[in-house]
Nanobody
């Protein structure tokens, strides 16, 4: 079992930056890929970014490429999402995830989830 806790959400004006963090505990000795998803009111949970165990490969949905950066520190069991040039449509609850099986862009593929952190971007 892996326990994930997100932090760093908040209210930001468009064009600003926020950094989300996710702390993992439990069976962190397994080499899990990690990811970030987001869910806006009335919408499906959507893939944002993912990173392999080594950090050598990262993946992003098209709408955040060039603006968001995912990274991880395995020594601290943390994964981060640096969000720059925020847009109002980035407003959502952001979730950290771990241990995908299958299509990593689908939320159903991920085994573990945090409780989410709210990000609100005002225009």
């Amino acid at each position: 079992q892996v326990h994930l806790v997100e932090s760093g959400g908040g209210l930001m004006q468009a064009g600003g930056s926020l950094r989300l963090s996710c702390a993992a505990s439990g069976r962190t000795e397994n080499n899990y890929p990690m990811g970030w998803f987001r869910q806006a009111p009335g919408k499906e949970r959507e893939f944002v970014a993912a990173i392999t165990w080594s950090g050598g490969s990262t993946f992003y949905t098209d709408s955040v490429k060039g603006r968001f950066t995912i990274s991880r520190d395995n020594a601290k069991n943390t994964v981060s999402l640096q969000m720059n040039s925020l847009k109002p449509w980035d407003t959502a609850v952001y979730y950290c995830s771990a241990d995908p099986e299958g299509d990593y862009t689908q939320h159903q593929s991920w085994a573990y989830w945090g409780q989410g952190t709210q990000v609100t971007v005002s225009s």
